[in-house]
């Protein structure tokens, strides 16, 4: 059996432990400009965690996609420091909004959560 050559990268990497994994950061937001609600003006969009993940499929699902998008973009949109401003009282009023502007806002919360094209069509009841 021929032997795998070692470029050296298995040597520069460790094994995380409990306390590595729970100490980073994989938070990301990213500013997101919103042209439509004022010239000049954008939001900040974060990653979710995989607690509101859970509880947002599980919502889409129970709900059966009514609101879909306005409830992804509640989860995401926050302040500078990534906290969330929106609650989930906000969703209705969410769903009120442009739809050209909700569109685009939950294409890129899905791209920054990572929920691909199939998951999109089963979240929207397609």
């Not at 791209?111 to 069509?121: D, K, M, R, V, Y």
């Amino acid at each position: 059996m021929a032997k795998k050559k070692d470029n050296g990268a298995a040597k520069e990497q460790s094994a995380l432990n409990r306390a590595d994994i729970l100490a980073v950061d994989d938070s990301h937001r990213q500013k997101v400009a919103v042209p439509e609600w004022g010239k000049k003006r954008f939001v900040y969009m974060r990653a979710i965690t995989s607690r509101e993940r859970d509880a947002f499929d599980l919502w889409s699902v129970t709900n059966d996609g009514v609101n879909v998008r306005a409830h992804l973009v509640h989860l995401t949109i926050c302040d500078e420091d990534g906290k969330p401003i929106f609650t989930a009282d906000d969703i209705t009023a969410l769903g009120e909004k442009s739809s050209r502007v909700m569109d685009r806002l939950f294409d890129l919360a899905a791209a920054i959560n990572g929920i691909g094209p199939a998951e999109l069509a089963e979240l929207e009841g397609n």
